[in-house]
């Protein structure tokens, strides 16, 4: 009995090891690319995790403590960038899954090493864009990658969620009380109430992948 235990319980952790490897092979095929990034380290860190995974749940050990705090961090420099409606294990925001004047992404900044998306609090959501590069701002230029901007995902003035972009105007619009920011010229307010611009987010690229490059240049967040 307690083989016939143990064989169902190790076929288990097999079937678990066997699902996740497949799926970091799909996410390589359908990137097209194995080239060095740090946020690569999130598909190799996938494997690690497994194995990770399978040492902890025999060792009885959780680790939901540190990722549930680890979801509610900031952005921090070195996090990839996943779209915030994916499912599963986050894949890093390639520069070409953005197209100059086309439809923004918003996204959730993860930690490469822990695979952990830090999707715990709305206010690290993020609304990438990208422009034509002449077009930018020099004071904020050194903030962006290869004209991709990275703003707050959450308006200034009641918190309202943004994730329209309006090309004719270059403006980033709130529905809400239609606040407007221009994300060419660091999230300045165009019009509407929104008290004080839209916090913006340095981001650079790693191998083609967007990376964050520091804190938000601002506080996230409605204003009070
Ligand atoms: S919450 Fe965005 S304009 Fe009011």
Redesign the pocket.
């Known amino acids: 009995m307690a083989c016939e235990l143990h064989r169902g319980y190790t076929k288990f952790i097999f079937s678990i090891f066997i699902a996740k490897e497949t799926l970091v092979k799909n996410q390589l095929d359908e990137n097209g690319c194995d080239c060095e990034s740090i946020c690569n380290l999130s598909r190799r860190n996938a494997l690690k995790l497994t194995t990770g995974i399978i040492l902890g749940i025999a060792a009885g050990i959780s680790t939901n403590l540190h990722a549930e705090e680890e979801k509610e961090a900031r952005p921090a420099v070195g996090d990839c960038l996943a779209d915030a409606d994916a499912e599963g294990w986050p894949v890093a925001i390639n520069i070409n899954d953005l197209v100059i004047g086309g439809k923004p992404i918003v996204a959730y900044p993860f930690n490469p090493k822990t695979g952990v998306l830090k999707d715990g609090s709305r206010l690290n959501k993020v609304l990438l864009l990208r422009v034509a590069t002449e077009s930018i701002s020099e004071e904020i230029i050194k903030n962006s990658a290869d004209g991709v901007l990275a703003y707050s995902g959450v308006?200034t003035?009641?918190?309202?969620d943004?994730t329209s972009y309006n090309t004719k105007d270059n403006a980033i619009v709130?529905f809400?009380?239609?606040?407007k920011f221009q994300p060419t010229s660091g999230g300045e307010v165009l019009s509407?109430?929104?008290p004080r611009n839209l916090p913006m987010l340095p981001i650079k690229l790693d191998n083609q992948y967007l990376v964050v490059a520091g804190e938000f240049l601002s506080k996230p967040g409605?204003t009070n």
Do not use: D, E, M, T
């Open positions: 308006c003035h009641k918190g309202c943004i709130c809400c009380h239609f606040s509407g109430p929104a409605a």
